[in-house]
């Protein structure tokens, strides 16, 4: 969330980002309104020292011995109107702080200006898959090896979810007990988190008011089906003031993600491309301001190192502002080539979203050495998503006789498994 002062002073540039990202512009009514909230905070300051001089005369009349009818009269008329006066000063403040929420991050200046058209390359690692026969899609493997079930998964709960069977479950899970692993020896402390979360909790992140539609809500219990460990993660701290000198945090965890929205249009439906539940690592980091952007640096290079592990072909993207998201400020989506499909899957986008989760989630941090507490930068990056991740696995290391040899990294979580056939 956007700081009302910071808005007030800078309406172009907050203008000129709602734009970019392709938003509702309400930008006119916070304003107005915040026009309206100033002025009843006046008429109040201005009713309270009335309230006060009223108050003395009650008090210098009552000592006299004289009648106070009339001054206790003046005070009560005064109190009644500082009375409604707040009621309305706090009905105006719900009405900005509802519109705040919709407004988004403003994107940070490096960001290229666009849609995805826009989104530039920064690098790429390793050689694209080329196979000496004709690479088969990952959904093709899979039904044949019997690792995978698609069939099943629409069978028990609809369209957008799979079934994984035997080496393919065990490889889902070796996959993210590696990433765990290599993540907590480069300094994350790894959770165990709830799947559900309140709505509070999802507003701290931003997926609340934005992304109600796209996420999986149980009325009964105003609960959330989390949509990444994002949520939980960064909010573990929401209303705390956390010392200085234990940042950077840095915290990992496994869990599945739901959403409502992936399969929804018609796109990369077969397979594991799209779906409404799959598994993802995610890594969040709490920064002081000024090492954000070096945070952001050295979060993609830990998510990159598990693709380099794995020996799967990737790029990195700096996204355009129109593919940005609404929290963030500045993005990169890392994109692993899978020769089956013959396309780029994104694996990881990692963000950095300055101090607009840390406002929205009333966390802070208190300088070393005391003084007023400030809002800390927040960061999150998959590390990595399941089960694209697989899926380039499967479709890279595929032979020519049908069978998945399995990376090196991953054959000690496999058992000693080196391929499944």
Not at 367 to 372: F, H, Y
Request: with cysteine; aromatic share 6%.
């Amino acid at each position: 969330m956007l700081d009302l002062k910071y808005i007030r002073e800078n309406p172009e540039l907050i203008r000129q980002a709602i734009a970019s990202k392709h938003e509702a512009d309400r930008l006119d009514e916070i304003l107005d309104l915040d026009g309206r909230r100033r002025a009843i905070i006046a008429e109040v300051e201005t009713l309270k020292h009335e309230k006060n001089i009223a108050s003395e005369n009650v008090a210098r009349t009552k000592k006299a011995g004289g009648d106070a009818a009339d001054a206790i009269l003046a005070l009560r008329v005064v109190s009644d109107k500082t009375q409604s006066l707040d009621e309305s000063l706090r009905q105006v403040e719900e009405q900005i702080l509802q519109l705040q929420l919709r407004i988004p991050n403003v994107p940070h200046p490096d960001v290229p200006v666009g849609d995805e058209s826009a989104n530039r390359e920064i690098r790429s690692w390793g050689e694209k898959s080329v196979l000496p026969f004709k690479a088969a899609p990952h959904w093709e493997l899979g039904e044949t090896l019997g690792i995978y079930d698609g069939a099943a998964g629409a069978n028990i709960s609809g369209s957008g979810f799979f079934v994984l069977r035997g080496a393919g479950a065990k490889m889902q899970r070796a996959l993210i007990n590696f990433m765990l692993d290599r993540h907590t020896a480069n300094g994350y402390i790894e959770h165990r988190l709830p799947y559900l979360v309140t709505s509070r909790t999802m507003q701290g992140t931003g997926q609340l008011p934005k992304l109600a539609e796209d996420m999986y809500h149980l009325d009964a219990d105003d609960l959330y089906l989390i949509p990444t460990a994002e949520v939980p993660l960064t909010n573990l701290s929401a209303g705390s003031i956390v010392p200085a000198d234990q940042l950077p945090q840095k915290a990992v965890a496994y869990t599945p993600c739901f959403r409502r929205e992936s399969g929804a249009h018609g796109k990369d439906t077969r397979g594991m491309l799209r779906v409404h539940q799959f598994d993802k690592v995610e890594l969040v980091k709490i920064v002081e301001p000024e090492s954000s952007y070096d945070e952001l640096e050295t979060l993609l290079a830990d998510a990159e190192s598990i693709l380099q592990a794995l020996k799967l072909p990737y790029r990195v993207k700096l996204l355009a502002t129109g593919d940005l998201s609404f929290a963030a400020a500045k993005c990169y989506d890392l994109e692993v080539y899978s020769a089956g499909v013959d396309a780029w899957l994104e694996v990881s986008s990692c963000s950095n979203f300055v101090d607009f989760q840390a406002r929205r989630m009333s966390l802070r941090a208190r300088p070393k050495g005391g003084g007023k507490p400030f809002f800390p930068h927040t960061l999150n990056g998959s590390g990595l998503a399941l089960p694209r991740t697989m899926i380039a696995i499967w479709e890279n290391y595929q032979t020519a006789t049908g069978t998945i040899r399995i990376p090196d990294v991953l054959v000690p979580y496999m058992g000693g498994q080196t391929e499944i056939g």
